[in-house]
């Protein structure tokens, strides 16, 4: 754990399936995370949030083995991970903003790719995994989509068409790339539930997300990130002004009333009233015009009424 990091342990300790033990990640142009400690408990519904750039993606990355420099250890289901050998165990659900809509692929043969490793030698599906993929699609609110063209579908179909890729090889643990991106909120809210109901099953889940104020309501845990690890913990005690504000380097404001906890940028409130301001001076200076301008026009007018010459 870097120096500043701030850790709230769980009041409940169970075996950690995932683990970074002082890991430096980055790329070729430098290193985006170091000093990087810490674990993620089987069972744990874990969000990774902090500012763009600030090396959540790479966390995942490492996670699969595909982080391009790596140093320290980091052990995913006991097992280390190594580069381009990722952990059986493991269902991944990207950005969808970074896939290729025009690839020539159905909805089915999509999801049949996150089983690939279990359908033996043959190049064509069996019955059962066919099944296995419209039992999966039925569940997740997609079903009878399975012959449609991925470009076809809504932004949610396709997060959830993703996630059942993900899903069909019954992983262990649960990876997704900011998964409400692009969504609209009832959307966000049943992502959020549908993975609610996955973590209740015995799936780890580990996502990342810009949602603060989504994580502080559907998550028991969250990591911030910036550079390093700021903070772990329950939301109620890392969404703090002082943590938010280590992790974003801007003044957050958060709100507590009602057992709910709200989260804002504090930057909005100083810009309405710069704005308020600025339109009070130019509504003054263009007050003051005006009355020049009167002026100006009474006075020519005197001048030129003059008796008869």
Known sequence: MS????VLPAPET???VIEFRDVALGYDAGPVLSGITFQIEAG?????VGPSGAGKTTLLRALLGVAPRVRGEVTVLGRQV??????PGIGYVPQIQTVDWNFPITVTELVLLGRAMQTGPWPWPRRQDVAAVERLLDRLGVGGLGKRHIRELSGGQQQRVFLARALIASPR???????TSGVDIKTRDDVFHLLGELNGEGVTILITTHELNAVAVHLPEVICVSDGIVAQGHPDDVFTPEILSRTYGAEMQVVRQDGLLLIADAAPHGLREALHLHRHVHDGAAHDHAHEHELGNREQGTGNSGGPA
Do not use: C
């Not at 744990?44 to 990774?48: D, E, P």
């Not at 190594?82 to 952990?87: E, K, L, Q, T």
């Not at 643990?173 to 998964?179: A, M, N, Q, S, T």
């Open 3 to 6: 120096p500043r990091a701030a």
């Open 82 to 87: 190594r580069p381009a050998h990722p952990v």
């Open 173 to 179: 643990i649960l990876l997704l790339d900011e998964p």
């Open 44 to 48: 744990a519904f874990t969000g990774i």
């Open 14 to 16: 169970r075996a950690p």
